[in-house]
């Protein structure tokens, strides 16, 4: 199985930062496409930022200009980088990566992480 763990979350004022994190681990033979994705207080879940193995980058126009997403391939981690947060960025936000487990396996399967609050507020 795969795990994700996702750390960084926190409060913050608006217009500060904050970094987070999800590392991969297990059965992983390929990691692909990973991204983050928010859910606020009685909305959907949204697409944040992803990024692809080749490190191609896509973006919720929201958060142009603002995030930046980067991965280590070496240790199966994602980040997001949220600068000039505003209060319309508190949300839980999760980690998702597409993953193939194995040589032999015909098709890849997406797993998620448990998620990390984060919340702007004066």
């Known amino acids: 199985q795969v795990q994700l763990v996702e750390s960084g979350g926190g409060l913050v004022q608006p217009g500060g930062s904050l970094r987070l994190s999800c590392a991969a681990s297990?059965?992983?033979?390929?990691?692909?496409?990973m991204g983050w994705y928010r859910q606020a207080p009685g909305k959907q879940r949204e697409s944040v930022a992803t990024?692809?193995?080749?490190?191609?980058?896509n973006y919720a126009d929201s958060v142009k200009g603002r995030f930046t997403i980067s991965r280590d391939s070496a240790k199966n981690t994602v980040y997001l980088q949220m600068n000039s947060l505003k209060p319309e960025d508190t949300a839980v936000y999760y980690c998702?990566?597409?993953?193939?487990?194995?040589?032999?396996?015909?098709?890849?399967?997406?797993?998620w992480g448990q998620g990390t609050q984060v919340t702007v507020s004066s």
């Open positions: 990024i692809t193995r080749g490190g191609s980058t």
């Open positions: 998702l990566a597409n993953v193939l487990l194995s040589i032999y396996s015909t098709t890849s399967n997406d797993y």
């Open positions: 297990g059965s992983i033979f390929r990691l692909n496409t």
